[in-house]
Structures are given as C-alpha cells and as structure tokens.
C-alpha cells in the first residue's frame, strides 16, 4: 500500500515538473488591421497635418510647415 502511494506521488510530481518546463503559448493571434482600422488611422494622421498647417497659416510672419 506504501509503495503504491509513493509511485502515485511521484507520478503527480512529475506532471507538474513536465507542465511547469512547458512553455507558455501565446493567448492571442495577431491580426492584420482590417481596412476601416487602416482608413481611421489615414484620417487621424490627415487630420493632424490640417491642424499644423492651419496653425502656421494664423501666423503670418512664419511661412515653413515641419
């Protein structure tokens, strides 16, 4: 009876040692951006170049958009 109990000890020890050695897997796949996302990121980026070049034209002794 001993015997059979230390063999199940030292079966459940090893599972834990072989799932601990495991590496993790990722939890999620990347995904491409769909083209709305791409779209939305286009329009921020226009959005923020209209807003520079509106704020360089209100002043007129500067003339250089960087």
Do not use: F
Not at 19 to 45: A, G, N, Q
Not at 55 to 62: I, S, T
């Amino acid at each position: 009876m001993v015997n059979q109990l230390e063999n199940l000890v030292e079966s459940i020890k090893s599972k834990v040692r072989a799932l601990k050695s495991k590496k993790p897997k990722k939890s999620y796949i990347k995904m491409d951006k769909s083209s709305s996302v791409k779209v939305e990121i286009r329009s921020r980026k226009a959005r923020k170049l209209i807003d520079k070049t509106l704020k360089v034209a209100d002043r007129p002794g500067k003339r250089t958009v960087t």
